[in-house]
């Protein structure tokens, strides 16, 4: 079966039905196509895609975790939570007194390198201070 053509540079298709392009894929103008060619007839040179696009996974995160002791007083955990996690004093009394209740509590997510540090310098801080209170990092699943 042939193609109806309006002739013309193109060949415009006169047949409008669904089935055309299917019947008459030569018809179907591919939209790269049509830009090279394009870029040909005004001199534009076509340069082939070659950026790749480098996959990067997000680093894995570590949980800092505040465990519960007997001596350690609620005010200094709140304190040691403000100071070295940036919280304020609704949100580390929140933390304090579930680490307090359930024995631990989950302080923030951080990468493993910022988890250690902080962990370390609010244990220290109980630490300097004669506490026990102790501060741990595990992997997030
Ligand atoms: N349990 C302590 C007390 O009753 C307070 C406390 C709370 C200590 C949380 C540590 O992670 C902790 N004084």
Redesign the pocket.
């Known amino acids: 079966m042939r193609h109806r053509s309006a002739g013309g540079q193109y060949g415009t298709p006169l047949c409008r039905s669904p089935d055309c392009a299917s019947l008459h894929p030569g018809y179907v103008w591919n939209i790269r196509a049509v830009s090279i060619a394009r870029s040909a007839m005004s001199q534009t040179t076509v340069k082939p895609r070659t950026k790749v696009k480098p996959k990067v996974e997000r680093p894995k995160l570590w949980k800092v975790i505040?465990?519960?002791?007997?001596?350690?007083?609620?005010e200094f955990?709140v304190q040691v939570l403000k100071a070295v996690f940036r919280m304020n004093e609704s949100q580390a009394y929140r933390v304090?007194?579930t680490?307090?209740q359930r024995g631990a509590?989950v302080i923030a997510v951080f990468t493993k390198d910022v988890a250690d540090t902080k962990a370390k310098e609010a244990t220290e801080l109980g630490k300097s201070n004669g506490y026990p209170?102790f501060f741990t990092t595990e992997p997030e699943e």
């Not at 505040?66 to 609620?74: A, F, Q, V, W």
């Open positions: 505040l465990l519960n002791d007997d001596y350690t007083p609620r955990v304090m007194i680490a307090h509590c209170l």
